[in-house]
C-alpha cells in the first residue's frame, strides 16, 4: 500500500522559512520520481518541483530560486525547503510520485504565511 505522510507545516510570518518532509512507504523509493504540490483555497492543485531518482530536479517557474527540493534514500524521505515565503504560498502541500497518483494523494501539511 501506497502512503505519504507530509509534515513539518505551519504558520510562519512573510519572508520566514519552511521545511517540508514527506515519508514515503509501499514504493521503491530509491526508484522514484518524486514531486511536491501544492492547492491554495480556491486553487487547482498546483506542481512545485520534482527530484528524479539520480538527484537531478525541475522547478515551477515561477517557485524557482525560493524552493529546494531534496530526497534522503536511506530515509524513503522527500523535503521542500522554502525561503522568503509569501502570504501568496499559503497552501496545503502534498507530495507524491511524478506523475502523480490519484489514489495515492495524503493528507497534506497546511502551510500558512502571515504577520
Known amino acids: 500500500q501506497v502512503q505519504f505522510v507530509e509534515s513539518g507545516g505551519g504558520l510562519v510570518p512573510p519572508g520566514g522559512s519552511l521545511t517540508l518532509s514527506c515519508a514515503a512507504s509501499g514504493i521503491i523509493f530509491n526508484d522514484s520520481t518524486l514531486s511536491w504540490y501544492r492547492q491554495a483555497p480556491g486553487h487547482q492543485r498546483q506542481w512545485i518541483a520534482l527530484?528524479?531518482?539520480?538527484?537531478?530536479?525541475l522547478y515551477s517557474d515561477s517557485l524557482k530560486g525560493r524552493f529546494t527540493i531534496s530526497r534522503d534514500n536511506a530515509k524513503n524521505t522527500l523535503y521542500l525547503q522554502m525561503n522568503s515565503l509569501e502570504p501568496e504560498d499559503t497552501a496545503v502541500y502534498f507530495c507524491?510520485?511524478?506523475?502523480?497518483?490519484?489514489?495515492?494523494w495524503g493528507q497534506g501539511t497546511q502551510v500558512t504565511v502571515s504577520s
Open positions: 527530484i528524479r531518482s539520480g538527484g537531478a530536479t
Open positions: 507524491n510520485r511524478w506523475p502523480a497518483t490519484v489514489a495515492d
